[in-house]
């Protein structure tokens, strides 16, 4: 497989549930991101992780857990989530986190999430 | 934190015509970005236009920067019907982030 990937593409889980998204790039990048997309508003950065050391928090509820194992993956570990936690979860990478000097990212298709 | 915003949210055309999409963000930056997103899917990058840069061309797409008024436009030429999608600016925010506008939806009726 090439790219970002992202498993799996749909998701659907009560309240009580624990269950964890996947991301995997296959770009030798060295940074990593999650994102959040809720109908009718931007894209919300979540998380970044560079070198496997995470970054960036966005006041991101405790709730939702990420995990960096290595610079090729990604997972975000979902638990006792809320029903407008409901969105289209999308993971990038880029090959490091200078965005300052304008630097591409690179996005899975996405996990389309519903809290019920 | 720096954002920049799409207009017009959305836009309907016929196929063959050209699609301008504008952004306008808030302070100075030195590079900015677009991105296109097919329903349901992930963003793809289109073209990234540096400051020092007026205009830059790839393809159907054109984009242009004028720092001054601190807007960036989005043309696509001859458009198709495969060209409908949400498009993206992108500016950077913090050193380890980007910061997407609500984008533009883009509709090309065959």
């Known amino acids: 497989e090439t790219g970002v990937t992202q498993t799996p593409r749909h998701l659907v889980m009560g309240m009580t549930n624990k269950k964890s998204l996947k991301c995997e790039q296959h770009?030798?990048?060295?940074?990593m991101y999650w994102y959040k997309q809720s109908a009718k508003k931007p894209l919300e950065l979540m998380f970044v992780y560079n070198f496997k050391e995470q970054t960036e928090n966005n006041s991101v509820p405790s709730r939702f857990s990420p995990e960096c194992p290595n610079s090729s993956h990604l997972f975000l570990h979902l638990h006792t989530l809320q029903p407008e936690d409901s969105a289209l979860y999308l993971c990038?990478?880029?090959?490091?986190?200078?965005?300052?000097?304008?630097?591409?990212?690179?996005f899975g298709p996405g996990t389309r999430l519903t809290v019920l | 934190s720096q954002q920049g915003e799409e207009d017009p949210q959305a836009l309907s055309i016929q196929e063959g015509e050209n699609a301008t999409m504008n952004c306008s963000y808030k302070?100075?930056?030195?590079?900015l970005q677009w991105y296109r997103q097919n329903s349901g899917r992930g963003l793809v990058h289109l073209i990234l236009i540096r400051s020092n840069e007026r205009e830059k061309h790839s393809g159907r797409l054109r984009v242009t920067l004028d720092t001054s008024k601190k807007s960036s436009s989005l043309l696509i030429t001859a458009s198709r019907a495969a060209d409908t999608a949400s498009y993206f600016c992108?500016?950077?925010?913090?050193?380890?982030?980007?910061?997407f506008g609500s984008g533009t939806q883009l509709t090309v009726l065959p």
């Open positions: 302070t100075s930056i030195n590079n």
């Open positions: 990038a990478s880029s090959q490091d986190v200078n965005l300052r000097g304008g630097v591409e990212q690179f």
């Open positions: 992108a500016t950077p925010g913090s050193a380890r982030q980007l910061t």
């Open positions: 770009l030798g990048h060295n940074a």
